[in-house]
């Protein structure tokens, strides 16, 4: 069930759809394009960032298929998280990457369960965005090597 819809056909297919943060018009030029979707939702491809007025740090990758899926997401380098990951030349060029400084990575967020009331972050599916280009592909990962530190200030 899609609640987004055209607002004007004039060859910019301009859209809005509703968000946790309210009606938002999409500017077609910010639509990020997943080839290959992501895990578990490949029949979907085309998402968009939104955050809170005000609150750049927290993110929901929207899908404008299925609004209904979204998943809050965060650039661990602004909470110090030190994660690298390599590109295949696959994956390179599925991201049409020319400069590797158009790259940014995201990692998705899950609320823990009843027990543990904390937030944990997926090191090993991270989003990766041409930002240029405006192509995302979620990386598998099998293990994560080398270690994280988080440090509060």
């Known amino acids: 069930m899609s609640s987004a819809q055209p607002l004007v056909d004039n060859g910019a297919h301009a859209m809005e759809i509703k968000t946790r943060f309210g009606a938002q018009q999409i ?41 209904e899926v979204q998943f809050p997401v965060v650039n661990p380098d602004n909470y110090q998280v030190s994660y690298e990951c390599v590109l295949s030349d696959q994956e390179a060029s599925t991201l049409q990457l020319e400069d590797p400084s158009d790259i940014a990575v995201l990692v998705t967020l899950a609320q823990a369960g009843e027990h543990d009331r904390g937030i944990h972050a997926n090191f090993m599916g991270p989003i990766m965005l041409n930002t240029r280009k405006r192509i995302g592909l979620q990386k598998q990962l099998n293990q994560v090597s080398g270690s994280v530190v988080i440090r509060a200030e």
């Open 27 to 67: 500017d077609p030029a910010s639509v990020i394009h997943f080839p290959d979707g992501l895990a578990g939702f490949e029949q979907l491809h085309e998402f968009k960032l939104f955050h809170e007025e005000g609150k750049p740090t927290v993110f929901y990758l929207q899908s404008l298929q299925d609004p």
